[in-house]
């Protein structure tokens, strides 16, 4: 079986939860073209503004099947449709032509060029590297991948965190006691922790030091 069959078939874990697209598909010359990132767009902005397809057709009369070909690609609005919605949502008109050809960023950070900072409950002993970021983008969506370093001794007192987003651990070195709302977890290498950081969360014991690991939290952009 290919990665991509395991991917698309059955559930990721036992809940049954599966994943909602495939990472390693490569979008085709049509979806590519003007009519898909004006469609893109035009649904980027309407959930973003929290409104249904319904509602959008009720507001500037063009119906539900006409938004729903222009949202997926399938026909090219045409001016004056563009300026209804645009004045619908508020929004410029030029808001649905930014995704096309737009320049997609890259970041490489070599080794050792990685920006040291300081986050709350930072101090000796404890070190919090931020190997890149990138702002506004299309997506909606912004990442902060972080390679932490504990090297503190047992009695070693962390703070707890709490922030928006989705955060995904990767334990590279060391082992690690960490606390997730009322529950622990012990961290080895290999292991992966995945949670809502809108709970409160961090280290709660280092077992083998230096701990080393990977942090990379997701959350909508504003």
Do not use: C, W
Not at 63 to 77: A, D, H, R, V, W
Not at 193 to 208: C, I, Q, T
């Amino acid at each position: 079986m290919t990665i991509e069959q395991k991917v698309t078939s059955g559930p990721l874990t036992k809940s049954g939860g599966a994943l909602k697209q495939n990472p390693h598909q490569v979008r085709d010359a049509g979806e590519r073209n003007l009519e898909a990132a004006i469609g893109r767009a035009l649904r980027a902005v309407r959930q973003q503004q929290g409104m249904t397809v319904v509602e959008l057709s009720s507001r500037t009369s063009i119906s539900i099947g006409m938004l729903s070909k222009i949202e997926n690609g399938i026909t090219s609005p045409s001016l004056n449709t563009l300026q209804t919605l645009s004045h619908a949502l508020s929004v410029p008109i030029t808001t649905f032509f930014k995704g096309y050809e737009e320049r997609r960023e890259v970041q490489h950070v070599k080794a050792g060029e990685h920006v040291e900072i300081d986050r709350r409950g930072t101090r000796a002993n404890h070190q919090y590297h931020l190997l890149g970021h990138i702002g506004a983008n299309s997506s909606g969506v912004v990442v902060e991948p972080y390679l932490i370093v504990l090297t503190g001794g047992e009695d070693d007192v962390f703070p707890t965190f709490q922030h928006d987003g989705i955060e995904l651990l990767y334990m590279l070195e060391g082992k690690v006691e960490y606390r997730h709302g009322d529950q622990t977890f012990l961290l080895e290498p290999g292991d992966n922790l995945l949670f809502d950081a809108d709970e409160r969360h961090g280290p709660e014991e280092l077992v083998e030091v230096p701990a080393r690991y990977l942090s990379i939290i997701s959350y909508p952009q504003a």
